[in-house]
Each structure stands twice: as structure tokens, then as C-alpha cells.
């Protein structure tokens, strides 16, 4: 079964546990700002929303990669950065439609959101069900394919 | 089905994955005027400064990934295409028949008419074999200097820096990358370079190269001489479509193509740097000349290959990306701004850090920045979806660093 995560962003509260445990799974930091998922505040509507990659099938990030160091997981779904390939020129980061690929100049790599394998940690931290982790055949998540489908329609539909 | 496909960058490899994945029967070979096995230019810079070896480059990584998706590779050069009885024809006086052919030879380094340009230790940076014989010159505290200020000029800047040259930058116009960037964010950039070290001389031309006691004498038309051990010429790139000469072809500035990419000869497509695709934000017709192009242009010809007329396409948004020396410039679609739109305009120049937005009515069209590095890949989302801003037009021209937000409040519709 193919799992997603799914976000309804109505049940976040901005706590930003999210944000901490994925810096503390993949960074072994407590920094929000290296978060792959990260937590976006609407002042005048009093939302936050949690948002990441949603492993799309175009993959921009994946197609843009000159030296093939983005790859699929066949067992997650996920499009996984290969740190030892990528050289990073970042053209992934500009690529990727949802801003979700991001550039560390710490490592001078890019970072995003690789579903921990399988185990999503940011999931395991919201406290309110905000972020979960599902089978991917649930509505939610083809509500948010359908956006990939939006952001770039025409240059992407194989007839 | 016989599929040809000339040129192995990243157009050409995208378009025979795609052919692949299409049209699991048909025959496929790709041609490649280069002895390497397909590799990335954009990588060189990496190569250069030892962060990857050439294997580091190549497109795709496993061995035998070509012969596995039983695409064939040939490495020869084509000199002629004759769409009457669809060939085409090699170096060797050999010939190759086609059923759908995908012209990708994408681009060439663009040769300054400036005397002394053909002298040993005057290189361009564009080819494997240009990055060697540039390894081998740039050795530490060898006075080079660089021809051009542009996307490449600036990409392969921070590998001459990291091996130790001295570092003298000439460009003809009166900024840094002015494809790119804007007066104010081409000024920051260029302080940012001085301030590295290394000399940056903007509204200067070069005269003349000249051989003198195994150093180069490189003449500048402000009157002053530089000794230099290398010379890099990084003057921008030009569509590879001499090849074409009689082989009624249609090209301008590349070879013109439809919205399926199609150029004016039946079965005849063309993808990447070589192509003149439409450009999504003017509606116009150009050589974009950048990777996300090439790439999309090789999957769309490829679709459009193997089911004629099956894949329209709007058009690409041209987009940029580049690390000079550890400042990151990012550019979208109209950056330089529309006729009568709004824009705004966010700077802190001690920090380096411009943000500049360019709307047209409802819409966001362009952008350019310094500085930025995290979510900016949705000004591609913002600008391609073309979902009216609505209020958050307004809440953007007030802080210009909420693209996040805009985004998922107008595309998304998630607020």
C-alpha cells in the first residue's frame, strides 16, 4: 500500500513540532529553519499551514536534475536527493513548482522532505492529526495531486 | 519506428527516456559529437574545483544504463539532414534513416572576434575536454582573465577562485550577468566579487590577446594591459544550426518549432538549446537556452514523436539559477518588468539581499533576486498556474517575502 502523507491544515495550531523533529531526524538539530516541512502563518485569516513536498508524479525536481541525483523510491514514493551526486547547482530548487526544494549552503546540497524512509517523523510529532500519515489512495491526497496537475497543466499531460 | 536523436545533452537523453517509456518497440539511437558518455555542462564548474570526477557529470549514473533501455549511443558527428528521403548523414560519408528525427545539438560557445583569440591559453568553458585543458592552466596564483561576465562567466568564477587564480573579470555591458539581473542587482553582485578579491571591470571591452614571454598580453580598450597565463572566453552561446544550411529546415535564432515542437519538416522536431521554442510569458518565440527548457522541450518533442499532435504545449517559463562565489541570483519569466505593470522592490544591500517582483494586472509574471535561497521555486507555481492574486496581490507588494503564503493562499486556495 502507498502511503502519503496528508495535511488538513485546519487542525494545525502552529505548534511547530513538526518542524523540530524532522531538523532533529535529519540534521541532528533542533532548527525549524532546516525543517523540510515547515509551517506557514496567515495573520489576517489566524491559520497555519503545514506544508512539504507531496512527492508529485511530474517530479519536476527529479526531471531537472542535470546529473541524476534525485531518484525514486520505489518502496516510499518518495524522490530522494543522493547527496554524493548531487553537485548542487540548485536548479532543482527553481524547478520545483511548490518551493519545496530547498538549498543548504551548509553542505552546498539541497534538502527535501524523503518521508524518513517510511516512518515520517513529523507526522509522529503533530499532536492534533494535522499531519498523517495514510494510504495514499485517501481523497485528501488526490486533492493535493490534483494541484500538481494545476500549477503546470499542458506541458506535462501524456495523451 | 525509427527514432534518431541528435544530441546527448540533457534535451536529447530526456527525449529517448521518453521515446522509451512510449513506445516500448521502437528502435532508438542517439548521437553524440562527443567521445564522453552523455554528461551535463552544468556540472563542470563541480568538476573544476575537484568536488566531483568526470563520471561525477555524466546524465545518467549506472553503467550500461543506455544499452539496458537499449537506446543506442553513437558518437559521431552529423554534417547533413535530408528530410526528402528522411536520412541523415555523418562525418564518415556513412548515412542513418529516420522515421521521426529530434534535432538536440543544443549550443556553442559564442568566439569574441577579438585578434588573438585562436592563441594557445585562450579557452572556453563549455566541453569536457575544454574543462581539462583549463585544470591544467589554472593553477594557483595564475593570473587569469575572464572573458564575460555572464551566466557561465559567473558560474565557473568561484572554481577559478577556489584553485587559487588571480581573477580579472572584463564585460562589455555595464553590469554582472545583465540577462539576469538588473542595474541594482548586477551592482550588488559585483561589489560582492570585488570584495573577494577579485578585479571586475564592467563597460570594458578586450582589443587584442597577444603571445608575450609565454604569458598572454591581454589589451583592454580603456588602454590598460593585463599579463595573464589564461584567458576564459565566456561570451554567451549560439544555436548549433549551420549544419542545416540546405536542408530546408526553418530557423532564425534556432530552429523554429510549433507548439509540438515540430520544426517545418514533417517527423522533424527539435529540443533544448537549439530550439526556439515559445516562451510562456511573452507568448514570443526564443532560445532560452536553460536546463528546466531542455528538459521539458525533450520530454514534449518525444511525446509528440511517437503520437503526432498529442501534446500542446503553452510554452517555457524561463527560469535561472546561480551561485556566484556563494551569492545566489535566481531569475523568472519578465524579471525585467512589463509595460505599465506594477512591481516591487525589497533591498538591504549590506546584506546582499534583493527580492523583485513584476505583476502584470492580477498576475505575477517575473522575478529576480539576490540572496534567496529557500522556497523559490514557487514563483515558478505563482507565475505558471496563472491563478489571479486576488488580495494577495496587495499583501505581496507590502512584503514580497511571502511567496509561500501567496501561493497557497491563491493556488492552493488552502487558507
Given at each position: 500500500m502507498q502511503m502519503s502523507l496528508l495535511i488538513d491544515a485546519g487542525k494545525c495550531t502552529g505548534c511547530v513540532q513538526c518542524e523540530l523533529a524532522c531538523s532533529l531526524e535529519n540534521e541532528g538539530i533542533f532548527n525549524p529553519?532546516?525543517?523540510?516541512?515547515?509551517?506557514?502563518?496567515?495573520?489576517?485569516?489566524?491559520?497555519?499551514?503545514?506544508?512539504?513536498?507531496?512527492?508529485?508524479?511530474?517530479?519536476?525536481?527529479?526531471?531537472?536534475?542535470?546529473v541524476d541525483a534525485i531518484a525514486y523510491d520505489a518502496a516510499t514514493g518518495a524522490k530522494v536527493i543522493l547527496e554524493a551526486a548531487c553537485v548542487g547547482c540548485k536548479v532543482c530548487t527553481i524547478a520545483c513548482p511548490f518551493g519545496t526544494v530547498n538549498y543548504n549552503s551548509d553542505t552546498g546540497k539541497v534538502i527535501k522532505c524523503d518521508l524518513c524512509g517510511g516512518d515520517p517523523e513529523c507526522a509522529k510529532a503533530c499532536p492534533t492529526e494535522a499531519i498523517t500519515y495514510v494510504d495514499a489512495d485517501q481523497t485528501g491526497y488526490e486533492r493535493m495531486r490534483a494541484w500538481a496537475v494545476k500549477t503546470d497543466a499542458g506541458s506535462t499531460a501524456i495523451a | 519506428m525509427l527514432h534518431v536523436v541528435i544530441g546527448a545533452g540533457p534535451a536529447g537523453v530526456t527525449a529517448c527516456e521518453m521515446l522509451r517509456d512510449l513506445d516500448a518497440a521502437a528502435r532508438i539511437t542517439l548521437i553524440s559529437g562527443e567521445p564522453e558518455p552523455p554528461y551535463s555542462r552544468m556540472a563542470i564548474p563541480y568538476l573544476l574545483v575537484n568536488d566531483i570526477k568526470e563520471d561525477g557529470t555524466y546524465l545518467r549514473k549506472s553503467e550500461n544504463y543506455f544499452p539496458d533501455h537499449q537506446i543506442d549511443v553513437q558518437h559521431i558527428s552529423v554534417t547533413a539532414i535530408n528530410p526528402e528521403d528522411k536520412s541523415i548523414r555523418f562525418e564518415d560519408g556513412n548515412s542513418l534513416d529516420y522515421d521521426r528525427l529530434l534535432i538536440a545539438t543544443g549550443a556553442s560557445p559564442i568566439q569574441p572576434p577579438i585578434q588573438g583569440i585562436e592563441l594557445p591559453g585562450v579557452h572556453q568553458c563549455w566541453t569536457l575536454d575544454d574543462a581539462r585543458a583549463i585544470a591544467a592552466r589554472a593553477l594557483p596564483d595564475t593570473s587569469v582573465v575572464l572573458v564575460g561576465a555572464g551566466f557561465i562567466g559567473c558560474i565557473i568564477l568561484e572554481a577559478l577562485v577556489k584553485r587559487g587564480c588571480q581573477l580579472t573579470v572584463v564585460e562589455r555591458e555595464d553590469r554582472m550577468v545583465p540577462r539576469m539581473l538588473d542595474n541594482t542587482a548586477g551592482g550588488l553582485l559585483k561589489r560582492w566579487c570585488e570584495n573577494q578579491g577579485i578585479t571586475v571591470l564592467t563597460n570594458t571591452a578586450v582589443n587584442q590577446i597577444a603571445e608575450k614571454k609565454n604569458k598572454l598580453s591581454v589589451s583592454l580598450d580603456n588602454g590598460n594591459t593585463i599579463t595573464a597565463g589564461l584567458v576564459i572566453t565566456a561570451a554567451g552561446v549560439r544555436s548549433n544550426i549551420d549544419f542545416l544550411t540546405g536542408s530546408n529546415i526553418d530557423t532564425d535564432q534556432g530552429i523554429l518549432v510549433n507548439q509540438y515542437l515540430q520544426s517545418n519538416q514533417e517527423g522533424i522536431f527539435a529540443a533544448g538549446d537549439v530550439a526556439q521554442g515559445r516562451d510562456f510569458t511573452t507568448g514570443g518565440f526564443a532560445v532560452q537556452a536553460v536546463q528546466p527548457t531542455a528538459v521539458e522541450h525533450g520530454r514534449i518533442a518525444a511525446t509528440n514523436m511517437v503520437k503526432p499532435d498529442s501534446l500542446s504545449y503553452p510554452g517555457s517559463l524561463n527560469m535561472n539559477v546561480l551561485d556566484t562565489l556563494g551569492l545566489i541570483s535566481i531569475s523568472f519569466g519578465q524579471w525585467m518588468g512589463n509595460a505599465d505593470g506594477d512591481s516591487v522592490v525589497l533591498l538591504d544591500d549590506a546584506q546582499y539581499r534583493y527580492l523583485n517582483l513584476q505583476f502584470d494586472g492580477e498576475y505575477l509574471t517575473g522575478a529576480s533576486s539576490l540572496g534567496h535561497t529557500q522556497h523559490m521555486g514557487v514563483l515558478r507555481g505563482l507565475i505558471r498556474s496563472r491563478v489571479p492574486l486576488g488580495i494577495w496581490k496587495k499583501r505581496l507588494m507590502d512584503d514580497p517575502t511571502r511567496l509561500m503564503e501567496a501561493y497557497l493562499g491563491s493556488v492552493q486556495s488552502l487558507v
Open positions: 529553519a532546516k525543517s523540510r516541512i515547515r509551517i506557514f502563518t496567515f495573520h489576517y485569516e489566524g491559520r497555519f499551514v503545514p506544508y512539504t513536498c507531496t512527492q508529485c508524479a511530474e517530479a519536476w525536481c527529479m526531471q531537472a536534475c542535470p | -
